[in-house]
């Protein structure tokens, strides 16, 4: 694939309008299929890949078009960042914007200016993503909100503002953070954000009991007898939510099992490396939990999904009876090690949690 990506960039950056733009989207649906590679994993980096390219030379062409409109060019070094499954590079091939704008401090009288720039820059963005068929995120995660665009400062006082206030949805903001990663730009502002976030987590362990009630809000449920639940009414009757019923509490389980151990990496399989390398976990509930995920990862990509007005989108629902015997085996075990995953979870965060309560009682 090394030489289709060689001429999906050279395509990229010779895109002048988003009729182009949108003509790669439709490029990657039919040349990218999962049956056409021999892993999930290859299939999912070579997608991630794809977007990447796509997104960033995206961002590039709107800010050649400020320039070109007379606009003027970045006043500040500034970096493009995703979050959501973007930010894991887990993206499927109907995945949504979710995605963020962080830029350097401006010099003092220049913030108004700085403020404008990149206000005009991400409604650029926005439209000609989503012109090239990437619909906004539902929760308003996008640069065009000013809450995710904003210098670094002001993202450093935000997440700080999260921090000291754990309600529910600002821990939800906290553990999306935490999968921030740059597109395109500065990439040590990025980094920035990540040291600094991580370094404040292990100053405020109690913030991980309010993460923990966050990362289990998804259960990974499966029948008494070992049967897949599907869903009782609606249009989606009969089938299995594969997002929300195992791919989403996986993925939330690691990231807070690495968030605990002090990991500083994005990705899920990244974060399952690191934490076999760190010890904290045996090899072997390392891969059974990396193998769940890659199951996860491959079912999730036969979800069925929808293109509506030129955007691609996904329920993230699946029919069991469309799965094959083996296909059957593999989904209920990946249920069964999502469930002894997330007890490891709770039982890590708890025991975290009561250790430190115990230190301070000894210092008291």
Same mark, same amino acid.
């Given at each position: 694939?090394?030489?289709?990506? #060689?001429?999906?960039?050279?395509?990229?950056?010779?895109?002048?309008?988003?009729?182009?733009?949108?003509?790669?989207?439709?490029?990657?649906?039919?040349?990218?299929?999962?049956?056409?590679?021999?892993?999930?994993?290859?299939?999912?980096?070579?997608?991630?890949?794809?977007?990447?390219?796509?997104?960033?030379?995206?961002?590039?062409? %709107?800010?050649?078009?400020?320039?070109?409109?007379?606009?003027?060019?970045?006043?500040?070094?500034?970096?493009?960042?995703?979050?959501?499954?973007?930010?894991?590079?887990?993206?499927?091939?109907?995945?949504?914007?979710?995605? /963020?704008?962080?830029?350097?401090?401006?010099?003092?009288?220049?913030?108004? #200016?700085?403020?404008?720039?990149?206000?005009?820059?991400?409604?650029?963005?926005?439209?000609?993503?989503?012109? %090239?068929?990437?619909?906004?995120?539902?929760?308003?995660?996008?640069?065009?909100?000013?809450?995710?665009?904003?210098?670094?400062?002001?993202?450093?006082?935000?997440?700080?503002?999260?921090?000291?206030?754990?309600?529910?949805?600002?821990?939800?903001?906290?553990?999306?953070?935490?999968?921030?990663?740059?597109?395109?730009?500065?990439?040590?502002?990025?980094?920035?954000?990540?040291?600094?976030?991580?370094?404040?987590?292990?100053?405020?362990?109690?913030?991980?009991?309010?993460?923990?009630?966050?990362?289990?809000?998804?259960?990974?449920?499966?029948?008494?007898?070992?049967?897949?639940?599907?869903?009782?009414?609606?249009?989606? %009757?009969?089938?299995?939510?594969?997002?929300?019923?195992?791919?989403?509490?996986?993925?939330?389980?690691?990231?807070?099992?690495?968030?605990? /151990?002090?990991?500083?990496?994005?990705?899920?399989?990244?974060?399952?490396?690191?934490?076999?390398?760190?010890?904290?976990?045996?090899?072997?509930?390392?891969?059974?939990?990396?193998?769940?995920?890659?199951?996860?990862?491959?079912?999730?990509?036969? /979800?069925?999904?929808?293109?509506?007005?030129?955007?691609?989108?996904?329920?993230?629902?699946?029919?069991?009876?469309?799965?094959?015997?083996?296909?059957?085996?593999?989904?209920?075990?990946?249920?069964?090690?999502?469930?002894?995953?997330?007890?490891?979870?709770?039982?890590?965060? #708890?025991?975290? /949690?009561?250790?430190? %309560?115990? #230190?301070?009682?000894?210092?008291?």
């Amino acid at each position: 694939m090394d030489k289709w990506m #060689e001429r999906f960039d050279v395509s990229i950056y010779s895109a002048v309008s988003t009729e182009q733009l949108r003509g790669l989207r439709e490029r990657m649906h039919v040349e990218l299929k999962l049956s056409q590679f021999s892993d999930v994993v290859e299939w999912n980096r070579t997608v991630n890949s794809a977007h990447d390219r796509l997104i960033a030379g995206t961002v590039a062409l %709107a800010e050649q078009t400020m320039r070109l409109e007379g606009l003027g060019t970045p006043p500040v070094p500034y970096a493009f960042a995703a979050v959501g499954s973007a930010g894991r590079a887990e993206q499927t091939l109907w995945s949504d914007q979710d995605n /963020a704008i962080v830029y350097a401090d401006p010099p003092e009288g220049r913030e108004e #200016e700085a403020e404008t720039y990149f206000r005009q820059l991400s409604e650029r963005i926005f439209d000609w993503l989503r012109s %090239a068929g990437y619909p906004p995120c539902p929760g308003n995660v996008l640069c065009t909100n000013a809450a995710w665009r904003k210098p670094l400062s002001g993202w450093l006082a935000m997440i700080e503002g999260w921090r000291d206030d754990p309600i529910w949805e600002n821990v939800r903001y906290l553990l999306m953070i935490a999968d921030i990663r740059c597109l395109y730009g500065d990439a040590g502002l990025i980094e920035r954000i990540r040291t600094d976030y991580l370094e404040s987590l292990g100053k405020r362990s109690g913030l991980l009991v309010h993460m923990l009630q966050n990362t289990l809000h998804h259960k990974i449920t499966i029948g008494v007898l070992g049967n897949i639940i599907t869903e009782r009414y609606g249009e989606d %009757a009969g089938a299995f939510d594969i997002k929300y019923g195992a791919y989403i509490p996986l993925v939330n389980g690691i990231r807070l099992l690495a968030l605990s /151990a002090g990991l500083n990496e994005g990705s899920t399989l990244g974060r399952l490396e690191q934490l076999r390398a760190s010890g904290h976990y045996s090899p072997d509930e390392i891969e059974r939990w990396r193998e769940a995920f890659k199951t996860a990862l491959e079912l999730r990509s036969a /979800a069925s999904h929808e293109k509506e007005d030129g955007m691609y989108s996904s329920r993230g629902m699946i029919d069991p009876n469309t799965l094959s015997k083996s296909g059957k085996r593999r989904l209920k075990s990946c249920l069964r090690t999502g469930i002894g995953l997330q007890q490891t979870v709770r039982k890590t965060v #708890e025991r975290m /949690a009561e250790s430190t %309560a115990r #230190e301070r009682g000894g210092s008291a």
